[in-house]
């Protein structure tokens, strides 16, 4: 899709943020059609240019960087340094939507917190993340993945009797869109009034939302809690929700009426159980039973029956699998992204990423756009105008 018919084409938005949740929030504006200028230290940049998932790199940065800030400009500031606060001020002037994940209060010491930047610019839309919200006793607290998993209750929820935490940033993600859902909105309100606005969220809030279900029925039940079966794919859902070893892989079986899968399955013994509550109160056995049955065939024997038959299904699939598989060809969730060689000569860097999940008026967002090197657009210090090409938004 041409960048000019995106939803957010013309939104300029000053991305102050580091490591994932922050970064990502704002490449997920970027693909919309927002201008996103990442304002980084100078020498180092942000920190995620070397925090290496699995260790790898590419083309001096990360290549967990590379797909968190791609489709972005970069240019390099000291927020300590009285002229280049000076001259991000000017910016923040101009711009859409300011985004950090500071923790509460940097912003404020720097004289860039939300009120001195909505009096800079009263129709800027200021996001701010934390890990813990701005207030109470836990505000001053490092705020990571990992820690926001562990103290929201989650890892109890994944496994009953031994606490497992997801093996992906799962808060820094859901934190990410949560925070764009909010700049988006507050951009809707500001394009009808003029009126620009806050936007806070945290880890800690992105996961508890995750587990409203689980929250609801605790607060209305002090008595529910969590328990697992031998093959329980979670801990508050009846039998026969769960993984199963079959003859040569797994199956994922989910909502199915017990009897009703017995049947299909040709066991006697579970199409015994008529009765709905003996589903949870006897969940372990039921399991049991379904696993003896399934061990007796491969996948492909057992999906050919209950697919047939409008069972939910599926086979568990490790990720070359999953790569490999039409139905991830038909979804084209990947595309290229080049970085231009930093000596003339040189060769560009090219990157298969995963794209915007989106789709607007049917078409896939795509941008061959990688991220940008430190300082890509330049250093404010050295008078780089940012909006010489555009008309003040």
């Given amino acids: 899709m041409v960048v000019g018919k995106l939803p957010l084409a013309g939104v300029v938005v000053l991305d102050f943020s580091q490591f994932l949740a922050g970064p990502v929030a704002a490449l997920r504006l970027a693909d919309l059609g927002a201008r996103v ?178 929250l609801t029925t605790r607060l209305n039940d002090p008595t529910v809690t969590p328990s697992r079966g031998p093959h329980s794919a979670h801990g508050y859902l009846s039998a026969p929700y769960g993984l199963y070893p079959t003859a040569d892989g797994h199956l994922a079986i989910a909502m199915t009426p017990v009897d009703r899968l017995g049947r299909l399955l040709g066991d006697a013994d579970l199409a015994a159980y008529g009765d709905s509550d003996r589903w949870w109160t006897e969940r372990a056995q039921i399991e049991r039973l379904i696993a003896r049955r399934l061990a007796s065939a491969g996948n492909e024997h057992w999906l050919g029956i209950l697919t047939a038959a409008d069972v939910w299904c599926a086979p568990l699939q490790t990720l070359d699998e999953l790569l490999a598989s039409p139905a991830f060809a038909a979804l084209e969730m990947t595309q290229t992204v080049e970085r231009a060689p930093a000596e003339p000569g040189g060769e560009p860097l090219r990157l298969t990423v995963a794209r915007s999940p989106i789709r607007i008026d049917g078409e896939v967002l795509r941008s061959r756009r990688a991220a940008p090197r430190l300082g890509a657009q330049g250093r404010l210090r050295d008078g780089v105008d940012l909006f010489a090409d555009e008309p003040a938004i």
């Fill in 37 to 214: 200028i990442k304002i980084e230290r100078p020498v180092t940049g942000e920190i995620g240019r070397t925090l290496a998932f699995a260790g790898k790199w590419a083309d001096e940065d990360t290549v967990s960087f590379h797909s968190m800030n791609r489709n972005k400009e970069a240019v390099v500031a000291d927020l300590k340094d009285p002229g280049d606060l000076d001259r991000v001020k000017r910016l923040v002037a101009r711009a859409d939507v300011l985004i950090h994940n500071f923790r509460p209060g940097v912003m404020e010491r720097l004289g860039l917190g939300y009120e001195s930047a909505r009096a800079l610019n009263p129709g800027l839309v200021y996001a701010a993340a934390s890990g813990y919200g701005a207030e109470g006793s836990w505000a001053s607290r490092p705020g990571q993945d990992l820690l926001a998993q562990s103290v929201s209750g989650l890892a109890w929820v994944s496994g009953s009797d031994r606490p497992v935490t997801v093996g992906l940033s799962l808060a820094d993600h859901l934190m990410s869109c949560h925070l764009a859902e909010g700049v988006t909105a507050l951009l809707v309100r500001k394009f009808r009034t003029g009126r620009g606005g806050l936007v806070e969220t945290s880890l800690l809030e992105g996961v508890l939302d995750l587990q409203f279900e689980l």
